[in-house]
Structure formats: C-alpha cells, structure tokens
C-alpha cells in the first residue's frame, strides 16, 4: 500500500530564505508526483506535476526535483517571501489513477 | 492556467435540506472529476470518483445515496448532500483533470454548515 510522508509537519523560516521541503512514498510504481499549495479555508493550488520519468520541474522560484528509484521528491523555494506561507501538499498518481496525499508541511514566512 | 470552479463557496441551511453542490472546469475537459471532504486541520478524504458519462465510484463507507454525483458532461459534476444533517458539516471540495498524464486541479471548496 501506497504510503506517502512530508517532513518537516511544519517551517518557520526568516523572509529571504531558500527552503526545501520533502516528500517520500513507499511504492515507486507511480504515474507522476504533483505539489500544491492549501491556502487556509481554501481549496488547492497545483504547483508543479512531474512525470514518472521526469527528473525534475521549475516554475518560478518553485524547483520540484523526482527520485523515483529512492522514493523522493523536494520542492526548492527560493527567496520566500510571506506571500509563500501556506500548507504544502504533494501527492502521488498511483495505479489506481487516484492521488495519494501526504500530509502537508506548513509553512510561514517571517517577514 | 486550468481553473475549476466550485459554487457556492458557502452554504448554511437547515437540517433535512438538500443542497447541491457545482464544479465546473472552465478551460480543459474534465474527463474525470473527483469530490472531496475535508475536515479541520486533516488531509483530504476521497469520496467519489466519477467518469463523463458513467455512475460515479464511491469509496468505502461513504454513503452513495447520501451523496450524489452526477458528471454529465466534460465541463461540469454536481454532488448533492442529500437530507443534510448537522454531521455533513464539512469542508467539500472538487477536483478535475483530463488524462492522468495532466495535472489534477481544484476547486476552492465549498464550506457546508448544517444547522
């Protein structure tokens, strides 16, 4: 069974700051992996979507890196800002084409 | 950017009403969309899984005449509480992608107080 872990549960780091957030599964027969972001009371952002033979995505100060034989995936963010401070999901697309999800890391941004 | 969107944002209504639940994906096709519950400060919880065209395929324990789901066409699902009571509360949200190589977008939720 699918089982996917976030660490840190949560961050609280300095405006300006690079971060790295990390997520694991324990089954690498995936589809792809995608992060989000859960604003408070809100519904989900998609961040990035990496395919399962993909090594990496970008976009913006958003970096999202796959090791799929380890069972890894980080999301870089550099230079936070307190516009950045959310909870932060990802989640694996596995066999049963559903998305299985970690349970978040998050974040605050210190201005 | 792809963008799903879910009406009403907020609903409050009495015991035994039903209310009905909107997710409309405004720029892919939605070949298949997904609802789910969330309650506070816990991940999300799957409830439904449904397919343009087909009857929707519930996960265990969620109660299929309960919970409604139609997905008649590629751009819109709807999910009615059906019979609301106190214990429906909850954060709901949508969900919606074309193929599993594409990303699954979300609504913004719909927040369900029963009274």
């Known amino acids: 069974k699918q089982e996917v872990t976030q660490i840190p549960a949560a961050l609280s780091v300095p405006e300006g700051e690079n971060l790295v957030l990390n997520c694991s599964f324990t089954d690498s027969a995936i589809y792809n992996l995608q992060w989000f972001r859960q604003d408070p009371g809100k519904g989900l952002t998609s961040l990035l979507l990496?395919?399962?033979s993909q090594r990496e995505q970008t976009s913006g100060r958003l970096n999202a890196s796959l090791d799929k034989s380890s069972g890894r995936s980080t999301l870089y963010i550099a230079a936070s800002q307190p516009g950045d401070s959310a909870t932060y999901l990802c989640a694996v697309l596995g066999s049963n084409y559903q998305l299985i999800w970690g349970a978040g890391t998050k974040l605050i941004i210190k201005p | 950017g792809a963008v799903v969107s879910q009406h009403p944002s907020w609903v409050i209504c009495k015991s035994g009403t039903s209310v009905k639940i909107e997710c409309r994906s405004l720029d892919f096709q939605a070949t298949t969309m997904f609802w789910y519950r969330q309650f506070p400060k816990q991940s999300l919880m799957l409830m439904a899984t449904s397919n343009e065209g087909s009857k929707a395929t519930y996960e265990q324990g969620v109660e299929k005449d309960k919970f409604l789901i139609n997905h008649a066409s590629l751009t819109l699902s709807t999910l009615t509480v059906t019979s609301a009571h106190p214990e429906d509360s909850s954060f709901y949200i949508c969900s919606a992608r074309d193929t599993i190589n594409q990303p699954q977008h979300f609504g913004d939720g719909t927040r369900l107080s029963i009274l």
């Open positions: 990496i395919q399962s």
